[in-house]
């Protein structure tokens, strides 16, 4: 009972606004190796079937409302019942009757029982929304993606598209590293990880990317600590690869927090490294993992949407990797996707143009703007690059040959690049670079 009382404390956690990795770090520290996957296992698939999960529930509760702490219940419950083959039928509905009966709401033990046995006799009638007269909701319940969403991938990329992304589900635990080369090369970190008993297959793009499985906590391992390696994604490296970063240039990164992005670029050997980072406690984080990895660079708390006029045309690069929705993460942050409204997109989006727009005036002439994402949709991506390039008529697009490697070059449209988890096999990032004319 033990995993599945911590899975649903997870959920409540995680319903109150709590990040998913801290909550489940937090919860899961200390328990045994068998128990410690399940919970995580529970959490995470819950969550990623949240809303077909919640409309199996309420299709056979006929309930007008149910107490938070009993729909988690009932949530792990059903989900047990639909997705984990391994566990018996009695177990899903037993060991949650068993919570229930512990908790304060120990009345609706019976009723807890009775939905379950349900689902478990009845799941194949239920009535879902039917793809033809309902296609986003279709998606959305199938999925569970807001509706929102569902409808604004209909709309930008169609239907079929839209549910080969929506449908995506990565199928191995893979975490991805990078190699610290300020501290390590790669032959030696391979040997060191064999050595500790990991497993790992090489990046699909990069070089110095590794995924290595079944990992629930890098940060544990000494290799980490010592800073020879750290934890990034491989898209989160292709937009440092895109900036095409040269010794001696003078290079800022204006959303740096935690830092990953330009603890890469400090491989290239710049001359000058600043970070900035609107949070104070973001920027202090940002400098514990500089100090670990052995980055140089200068660190500042400095909101990218008020203009500098110290820092107007000193960088060669400058990196916008821009506050967004976050919707290319999806497929392995499940709780996202619960966070964010249409009406929080348009935000955004203005928050975008913002930070674009003053950070232009920070390039030299001849020098050149990063702007990425790790979102899939077009008003945040293509449309805000080629707003960009309207507003900001001294820049034009530079097209992304200098850094990506072959494979998909081929893919970049109008000076950008979308990258997308079911087609790519990474996260779904935006990435798009523009150089400043050079004056007359």
């Not at 007269?133 to 239907?159: C, H, N, T, V």
């Amino acid at each position: 009972m033990k995993s599945r009382k911590i899975a649903v404390e997870i959920l409540a956690e995680v319903e109150e606004g709590a990040y998913l990795n801290l909550a489940v770090k937090k919860h899961l520290k200390g328990l045994e190796e068998q128990k410690r996957r399940f919970a995580a296992a529970l959490v995470y698939t819950t969550l990623e079937n949240l809303l077909r999960i919640d409309y199996v529930i309420d299709y056979f509760a006929k309930a007008n409302r149910i107490h938070r702490y009993v729909r988690n219940v009932l949530r792990i419950g059903v989900c047990q019942l639909m997705f984990f083959e391994s566990v018996p039928v009695s177990a899903a509905v037993n060991e949650s009757v068993k919570l229930i009966a512990a908790s304060k709401k120990r009345q609706l033990k019976g009723f807890v029982n009775a939905v379950l046995r349900n689902v478990a006799e009845h799941l194949g009638e239920v009535a879902y929304p039917a793809r033809e007269q309902d296609p986003a909701g279709f998606l959305s319940i199938m999925y569970s993606y807001p509706r929102w969403i569902a409808q604004m991938y209909i709309k930008e990329y169609g239907f079929d598209f839209a549910w080969e992304m929506l449908s995506y589900h990565k199928p191995e635990a893979y975490t991805s590293i990078r190699i610290n080369h300020l501290k390590a090369d790669k032959e030696s970190l391979q040997r060191k990880l064999e050595g500790r008993g990991l497993h790992f297959i090489p990046g699909q793009y990069v070089s110095d990317c590794l995924y290595i499985k079944n990992i629930s906590s890098v940060d544990e391992l000494d290799l980490y600590r010592k800073g020879l390696l750290t934890v990034q994604g491989e898209s989160s490296m292709l937009v440092c690869r895109a900036a095409d970063v040269q010794p001696g240039d003078r290079v800022l990164d204006v959303c740096a927090a935690p830092g990953g992005k330009t603890a890469y670029l400090a491989e290239r050997k710049p001359a000058y490294l600043q970070a900035w980072d609107l949070h104070e406690h973001r920027v202090q984080l940002m400098q514990e993992n500089f100090t670990r990895l052995g980055v140089n660079a200068e660190v500042m708390v400095q909101d990218a949407t008020v203009l500098r006029k110290d820092a107007i045309k000193q960088f060669d690069v400058v990196l916008v990797d821009a506050p967004c929705s976050a919707l290319g993460l999806l497929y392995r942050k499940p709780d996202i996707k619960f966070s964010k409204t249409d009406e929080d997109l348009q935000e955004i989006v203005q928050t975008q143009k913002n930070i674009l727009k003053v950070c232009a005036e920070y390039v030299k002439p001849g020098g050149t703007l990063i702007y990425s994402t790790c979102t899939i949709n077009r008003q945040e991506n293509e449309e805000n690059f080629q707003w960009f390039l309207q507003k900001c008529s001294d820049f034009e697009a530079d097209g992304l040959l200098g850094g990506l490697p072959e494979q998909l070059i081929g893919r970049v449209k109008a000076g950008g690049l979308q990258l997308f988890p079911h087609l790519d096999g990474v996260d779904g990032f935006f990435i798009a670079k523009a150089r400043r004319k050079k004056n007359d």
